[in-house]
Nanobody, 123 residues
Framework: QVQLVESGGGLVQAGGSLRLSCAAS????????MGWFRQAPGKEREFVAA???????YYADSVKGRFTISRDNSKKTLDLQMNTLKPEDTAVYYC?????????????????WGQGTQVTVSS
């Protein structure tokens, strides 16, 4: 089992930055694929970024060039640096982990999820 806890969300003005962190506990995450997803009110949960166990990275087009995903297996953490934030980035952001180790954009493939952290970007 893996437990995931997100932190770092908050309120920021458009153009600003936030850094989200996800702390994992339980099993080591070394061989897990990890991802960030988000869900805005009234919308389905959507893919943001993913990183494989060998650090291959995949971003949604909507965040490419603005967000950076990274992991530290020794600390069991997953981060998401978000720059040039836009009001449409407002959502609850979730950290997720999957056993396959892949960099996967599909929510159904992730076995473990955090509770989420709110990000609000004001215009």
């Amino acid at each position: 089992q893996v437990q995931l806890v997100e932190s770092g969300g908050g309120l920021v003005q458009a153009g600003g930055s936030l850094r989200l962190s996800c702390a994992a506990s339980g099993r080591p995450i070394t061989t897990f694929g990890m991802g960030w997803f988000r869900q805005a009110p009234g919308k389905e949960r959507e893919f943001v970024a993913a990183i494989s166990w060998i650090d291959r990275i995949y971003y949604a087009d909507s965040v490419k060039g603005r967000f950076t995903i990274s992991r530290d297996n020794s600390k069991k953490t997953l981060d998401l640096q978000m720059n040039t934030l836009k009001p449409e980035d407002t959502a609850v952001y979730y950290c997720a982990a999957e056993n396959s180790g892949d960099f996967d954009p599909l929510t159904r493939d992730y076995e473990y999820w955090g509770q989420g952290t709110q990000v609000t970007v004001s215009s």
